[in-house]
């Protein structure tokens, strides 16, 4: 088993930054890559970045891209995702996940985390 625990959402105004860490322990065997993924009210689970575990492969949807950037810390075992610039819309209940394959799609996810509050006021 592979747990992942995140850490650092919060609230913030419009144009404001936030930095999300995930923890990461347990097996690893089988993960390719790591990634964001996060969930608004009424809306379906949608990925935002993802890196591969060797850190050579980086991909970010369109909606975040230039304002958001995926880092892992191999040392300490964690994932970061710095968020700048945020936008209302940026609201959800943000989810680090494992993948077995670098897709940024939850079919390919084995582990989730708990999820943690981004909350974006205009």
């Known amino acids: 088993l592979q747990q992942l625990v995140e850490s650092g959402g919060g609230s913030v105004q419009a144009g404001g930054s936030l930095r999300l860490s995930c923890a990461v322990s347990g097996y690893t065997y089988g993960i390719v890559c790591m990634a964001w993924f996060r969930q608004a009210p009424g809306k379906e689970r949608e990925g935002v970045a993802r890196?591969?575990?060797?850190?050579?492969?980086?991909y970010y949807a369109d909606s975040v891209k230039g304002r958001f950037t995926i880092s892992q810390d191999n040392a300490k075992n964690t994932l970061y995702l710095q968020m700048n610039s945020l936008k209302p819309e940026d609201t959800a209940v943000y989810y680090c996940?494992?993948?077995?394959?670098?897709?940024?799609?939850?079919?390919?996810?084995?582990?989730w985390g708990q999820g943690t509050q981004v909350t974006v006021s205009s």
């Open positions: 890196i591969s575990t060797g850190g050579g492969d980086i």
């Open positions: 996940a494992s993948e077995t394959y670098c897709r940024l799609n939850i079919r390919h996810v084995r582990y």
